[in-house]
Nanobody, 118 residues
Framework: HVQLVESGGGLVQTGDSLRLSCAASGETVCISAKGWYRQAPGQERELVARITSGGTTVYADSVKGRFTISNDNTEDTVYLQMNSLKPEDTAVYYC????????????WGQGTQVTVSS
């Protein structure tokens, strides 16, 4: 099993920055990719950014150029640097990890609230 714990959310103003962290523990050797998703009230959860163990990244169009995902393999922590925040970035942000040990399995963190005021 893998446990994921997010931190770093909060209330900020438009144009501010935040950095989210997601620390993984447990059987982390099986993790092939980590990602950040977000879910706003009344909306479906959507991909924000993903990074593979090899460093390949994918971003949602809405955050390209503003958000950066990075991975610290020594600490098993994935970060999401969010710059130039907008009110539409307001959501609960979830970290996930895809484990390839036998059947692929996706683990999720508990989520952290990001609120951007206008």
């Amino acid at each position: 099993h893998v446990q994921l714990v997010e931190s770093g959310g909060g209330l900020v103003q438009t144009g501010d920055s935040l950095r989210l962290s997601c620390a993984a523990s447990g059987e982390t050797v099986c993790i092939s990719a980590k990602g950040w998703y977000r879910q706003a009230p009344g909306q479906e959860r959507e991909l924000v950014a993903r990074i593979t163990s090899g460093g390949t990244t994918v971003y949602a169009d809405s955050v390209k150029g503003r958000f950066t995902i990075s991975n610290d393999n020594t600490e098993d922590t994935v970060y999401l640097q969010m710059n130039s925040l907008k009110p539409e970035d307001t959501a609960v942000y979830y970290c996930n990890a895809i484990c390839l040990s036998g059947q692929p399995y996706t683990y999720w963190g508990q989520g952290t609230q990001v609120t951007v005021s206008s």
